[in-house]
């Protein structure tokens, strides 16, 4: 199992930065791809970004060349950074893990994180 623990959500207002960290324990090892989900009052949930163990990443075009994922194995955390914000990346920023393990494939998630732009 793992568990998925997200820190660094905010208020912070348009054209700022915040980074967000999700730290994983339990079977780091078994995770293949970590990844961030946004969620806005009234809107459809939205895959963010993505970051496979072979350290390919992949984003939302809304998100493009504005947010950077990235890993730190020492520390088994990934990190979400967000520059230029705009009120519409507002939401509930959640973490999650995907693992491989007995022949099968089992999802994570981590609580989320408030990230609020005022403009």
């Known amino acids: 199992q793992v568990q998925l623990v997200e820190s660094g959500g905010g208020l912070v207002q348009a054209g700022g930065s915040l980074r967000l960290s999700c730290t994983a324990s339990?079977?780091?090892?078994?995770?293949?791809?970590m990844g961030w989900y946004r969620q806005a009052p009234g809107k459809q949930r939205e895959l963010v970004a993505t970051?496979?163990?072979?350290?390919?990443?992949n984003y939302a075009d809304s998100v493009k060349g504005r947010f950077t994922m990235s890993r730190d194995n020492a520390k088994n955390t990934v990190y979400l950074q967000m520059n230029s914000l705009k009120p519409e990346d507002t939401a509930v920023y959640s973490c999650?893990?995907?693992?491989?393990?007995?022949?099968?494939?089992?999802?994570?998630w981590g609580r989320g994180t408030q990230v609020t732009v005022s403009s």
């Open positions: 970051l496979t163990k072979g350290s390919t990443t």
């Open positions: 999650y893990a995907v693992t491989l393990a007995g022949g099968g494939e089992y999802i994570y």
């Open positions: 339990g079977s780091f090892f078994s995770i293949r791809l």
